[in-house]
C-alpha cells in the first residue's frame, strides 16, 4: 500500500533550522533556530556555502537533541545540486554512514519517511534527516547567471536559503511519526519551468487523496496541512483540485512556500526549493507540536522532478509529494526526564555560531554544548 | 552641436522600441536570448531594405543604441564588402563592420570578470 | 480518463488561473529606460564629435556604443545593472547594453569554475545565439548585396 502506518516507534526527537537573511525577515524568523546574516557564510562559492549550511544543520540537529554524532546510525537526506553534492560532501565531513536521496523540493519528507520506516522497525536507533537549498547556487544551475538583468516572470517562485534538519529516533519523545505516504509521479503536461506550482499541485492533491482515504481519516481531523513549495498559484490550484474530489481545505491549510517571506517581498508566487518545507518543519510546526498547540499535522512536500536539460527538449514537468504525518503526545514523565526534549529559549538557540566545515574533529569531542 | 532636439528624439524612439520589445516579454514569456536575436534580425532586414539610414538619420541614439543598429551594421558591413572586394567580403564584412563592439564586449568581459565576483540578487527591496 | 485530453483542459484551467498583472507600469518602465540609455549614447555621441571632428560618423557611433558597453560590464561587475534589468525589463535588454551584459553576466559568475573552463567557457552562454545570428545574417545579407 502507498501509505506506510508506524507500530508507533519513530518519534522526532527536534528539530533545527537554519536560514538566509531574507527569509529571516520574514514572518517566520523568530521561529528558525538560526539566521545567517551573510549568505556566502564566508565560504568562496555559493555551492560551498550551501554545503556549510548543511553541515551546520546537520550538527545543529545533533546538538541540539543532546545526542553525539557517533550515537546516529544513518544520515538521510539530498538537495538540488547536480548530483546531490552539497549532501555528499556534508556527509563526508560528518563521517556517518549516508543514503542519499533525490525528489527535488520533495526530499524532506521522503527522507523524513524513509528514517521514519528504519527506526520503526527497530533497523536503527537514531537517524537525521535533513536537506537544504541556496538561493545562488540553484539559480545559476536552473536559471540565469546572477547578474543578469533579466524579469522573472510573475508566476516564478524564489528558492530559499536554508534548510532543516530532524532527529528520528526510538527514544520517545512529543513528536510521534504515525504515517508517510509516498507519492505516484504525475505529470498534467504543464511545461513551463517557471510555473512549477500548477504542474506540482496535481502530485500533491493526489497524495493528499491517497493519504486521507488509506489512513481513513478526514481533512478535518487534522490541525494543520501544510504543503512544501506549491507558492500562492499553485495551492489556490490545489483547493481547486481537491474541491473537485469533495475535499475542503480550510484554515488549516497553508503551503510553506507562501509562509516563509513577507508580501512586501519581491519573490513572486512565494518560496521553493528543498530547504523550504525543511525549515518550515523544523522551526514552525516541530515547535508548535512540541508546545501541543499542533496535536496532528500533515506535511505534504512536494517536487518538480525535471532538469535543465529535459526542459530544453520541450518536455513537460513531472510532479511528485510525499506526506508524513506527525502527532503529538502527551510526555509521560518517567522516559522522558532522561531525555532533554523542550525547546530552547529563543535566546540560547540563538547563541549556536556556525561552525566552520574544517572542524569536524573537534564538534564530535565538544559534547553537550548545549543541553 | 549640441542640440536639444537630438536628445529628446533619441529618447522617444529608444524607449518606443523598448516599448514594443517588453510587449513582446509580456505577452509571449520570450527569454532574454531570443528577444536579442529577433531585434538583431529585424535590424538586418531593415538594413537590406535601405529603411535603416534614413532612420539613423531621424532617430540618431535611438536608432543606433538598440541592438537593431548592431544588426544594421553587420549587415551593411558584409553589403558594402560585398561590393568592394566580391565574394571574400560576404565572410569579411560583416564581422569587420561590428568588430568594435563585440571585441570591447569580450574584453571588458574579461577584464572586469577577473576583478569582480558575483553577488546574490537582492530580493528584499 | 485520456490523459492528453485531461492535459489540454488543465493547461487551459492555469492559463485562466494565471496573475493578471497589469502591463502598463512594465511598459513605462520599459519605455524610460530604454529611453534614458539611448540618451546617454547621444550624449557620448556628441562629446566624440566636438573632441574628434574629423571621425567619420559610423566610427564615432562605433566609439560611442564602445563606451556604454564598457560601463555597461563595469556596472554588471558591480551588481547595478541587474537591478536596473529587474525594474526595465526590455528596456535594459534591447540596447547594446543589454548584449553587454549578458557576456559579462556569466563571465562574471562562472569565474569560480576557472578562467579557461569558466571565464572563457561560459562567456556566451546567453549572447551566442547573438553573434551566431549575426554573423550567419550578415553573410546572408551578403549574398543579396551581390545582387543589389
Known sequence: MQTIKMKNNAYILNGFSMVGPLEGKGPLGEYFDYVVKDDTLKEKTFEKAERKLLYNIITGAIDKSGLKTTDIDFFIGGDLLNQIVSSSYTARELELPFIGLYSACATMTESLGLSAILVDNNLANNIVAGTCTHFSSAERQYRFPLELGNQRPPTSQWTITGGGACIVSNIPSKIKITAVTFGKVIDFGIADVNNMGAAMAPAACDTIKAHIKNMNTDIKDYDFIATGDLGKLGSEILIDLMEHENIILNKNYADCGCMIYDKTERVFMGGSGAGCSASVLNSYILKKLLNGEFKRVLLVSTGALMSTTTSQQGDTIPGIAHAIELEYVAPQQKKTCSIPTSVKPKSTTKKIKPKDNKATKSTSKRRKTNV | MFNIWDYVISFLVGGFICFLAQILVIRTKITTARILVLFLIIGMVLEVFNIYAPFKEFAKAGASVPIIGFGASLARGAIMATKEYGLIGIFTGGLTAASGGIAMAIFASFIFALIFSSKTKRGGH | ?148
Open chain 3, 1 to 148: 480518463m485520456d490523459k492528453e485530453k485531461r492535459n489540454t483542459s488543465y493547461n487551459l484551467y492555469v492559463d485562466a488561473k494565471l496573475p493578471k498583472t497589469k502591463a502598463w507600469p512594465s511598459l513605462f518602465k520599459a519605455f524610460l529606460v530604454g529611453g534614458i540609455i539611448c540618451a546617454i549614447g547621444q550624449g557620448f555621441f556628441d562629446i566624440y564629435s566636438y573632441f574628434f571632428p574629423n571621425l567619420a560618423e559610423s566610427e564615432i557611433t562605433t566609439c560611442m556604443l564602445m563606451t556604454i558597453i564598457f560601463i555597461t560590464c563595469f556596472l554588471t561587475g558591480l551588481g547595478i545593472y541587474d537591478v536596473v534589468g529587474a525594474w526595465g525589463g526590455a528596456g535594459s535588454v534591447i540596447p547594446i547594453t543589454g548584449f553587454s551584459n549578458s557576456i559579462s553576466s556569466p563571465s562574471i559568475e562562472f569565474k569560480k569554475e576557472g578562467i579557461i573552463y569558466g571565464i572563457c567557457v561560459k562567456m556566451f552562454t546567453i549572447a551566442g545565439p547573438v553573434i551566431v545570428c549575426g554573423v550567419v545574417g550578415s553573410i546572408v545579407c551578403g549574398i543579396v548585396g551581390l545582387f543589389i
